[in-house]
């Protein structure tokens, strides 16, 4: 079994940081890309940034210098540091690993359970 856990959320004040944490645990080989997305109340989930095994970095528009996504291939971690969070920022952020068991499977998805962050005064 794999597992992606997340950690990290909370309530922040508008203008605030916060660095969310995934940690992938289990029996696997390899981790390709590691990303975070979120899903607002209402709204579909969205990407918010990714980040591959070699430093390739992807960033929503939306969070361009604002958030930082950094991994640890020696921990399995990925981070996420977002700063200057506004209230549009607010939404459950969940971990995404692309992941390969073993050589004889093919690279498989897991996604962690999700953290809540909220931007409010």
């Known amino acids: 079994q794999v597992q992606l856990v997340e950690s990290g959320g909370g309530l922040v004040q508008p203008g605030g940081s916060l660095r969310l944490s995934c940690a992938a645990s289990?029996?696997?080989?390899?981790?390709?890309?590691m990303g975070w997305y979120r899903q607002a109340p209402g709204k579909q989930r969205e990407l918010v940034a990714t980040?591959?095994?070699?430093?390739?970095?992807n960033y929503a528009d939306s969070v361009k210098g604002r958030f930082t996504i950094s991994r640890d291939n020696a921990k399995n971690t990925v981070y996420l540091q977002m700063n200057s969070l506004k209230s549009e920022d607010t939404a459950v952020y969940y971990c995404?690993?692309?992941?390969?068991?073993?050589?004889?499977?093919?690279?498989?998805?897991?996604w962690g359970q999700g953290t809540q962050v909220t931007v409010s005064s």
């Open positions: 289990g029996s696997f080989r390899t981790i390709n890309a």
């Open positions: 995404n690993g692309e992941i390969r068991r073993s050589i004889l499977l093919p690279n498989t998805y897991y």
């Open positions: 980040i591959t095994s070699g430093g390739s970095i």
